[in-house]
């Protein structure tokens, strides 16, 4: 069972600062990887797949990077709506356990 | 614009079966490019996988979650049902529903692009 480990568990940055979570996966899952941001009481919302793919309507200031066992997700200039959690999501391997990271949280330094 | 919603049951005894429907609106359950998902999120935790379905009626489940877990589709209503059997207080938590997007090449599920809004679901006696 492939798991996936996200550091770190939380992240303090000001608005306007560049923001670099990673999401590291026990084996390759290729290129096979999703974003997501969740914010309170709302459901996940997909940011990136395929590791480097903006889904529908994402602004630029998101990217992902990585392909095999290392990934980055950036927010380039972090807005205030931007803070949230993030998780990551291998969809490679099946059928997976825990797909999911255990997410990096975003506040406000 | 596609839309998932939750429907079902908020509380449900432990031992007893909990059983939640997600209904497809603006879109056919039935498209060849798309699975469809159960994803739960305990209190204060994270993501969990339960299991996803094609409109084909072929599935995939978490197998931490496999024994207890059955998912089904109706394509007549446009939509497609979560039974998760035996429930203890450690299945409370939020149920959401999403589409997820065929991995084109390996024909499997990939990313969940479109989420339900979730349904929150106790166990307790």
């Known amino acids: 069972e492939i798991v996936m480990t996200q550091s770190p568990a939380t992240l303090s940055v000001s608005p306007g600062e560049r923001a670099t979570l990673s999401c590291r996966a026990s084996?390759?899952?290729?290129?096979?990887l999703a974003w997501y941001q969740q914010k309170p009481g709302q459901a996940p919302r997909l940011l990136i797949y395929g590791a480097s793919t903006r889904a529908t309507g994402i602004p630029a200031r998101f990217s992902g990077s990585g392909s095999g066992t290392e990934f980055t997700l950036t927010i380039s200039s972090l807005q205030s709506e931007d803070f949230a959690v993030y998780y990551c999501?291998?969809?490679?391997?099946?059928?997976?356990?825990?797909?999911f990271g255990q997410g990096t949280k975003v506040e406000i330094k | 614009q596609l839309q998932l919603q939750e429907s079902g049951p908020g509380l449900v005894k432990p031992s007893e079966t909990l059983s939640l429907t997600c209904t497809v609106s603006?879109?056919?359950?039935?498209?060849?490019?798309?699975?469809w998902g159960w994803i739960r999120q305990p209190p204060g935790k994270g993501l969990e996988w339960i299991g996803s379905i094609y409109y084909s009626g072929s599935t995939y489940y978490n197998p931490s979650l496999k024994s207890r877990v059955t998912i089904s589709v109706d394509t007549s209503k446009n939509q497609f049902s979560l039974k998760l059997s035996s429930v203890t207080a450690a299945d409370t938590a939020v149920y959401y529903c999403?589409?997820?997007?065929?991995?084109?090449?390996?024909?499997?599920?990939?990313?969940?692009?479109?989420w339900g809004q979730g349904t929150m679901v106790t166990v307790s006696s």
């Open positions: 603006g879109g056919s359950i039935s498209s060849s490019s798309y699975y």
């Open positions: 999403a589409r997820r997007v065929v991995v084109v090449v390996a024909a499997t599920p990939g990313a969940f692009d479109i």
């Open positions: 999501q291998q969809y490679n391997n099946w059928p997976p356990g825990r797909t």
């Open positions: 084996q390759s899952v290729s290129s096979n």
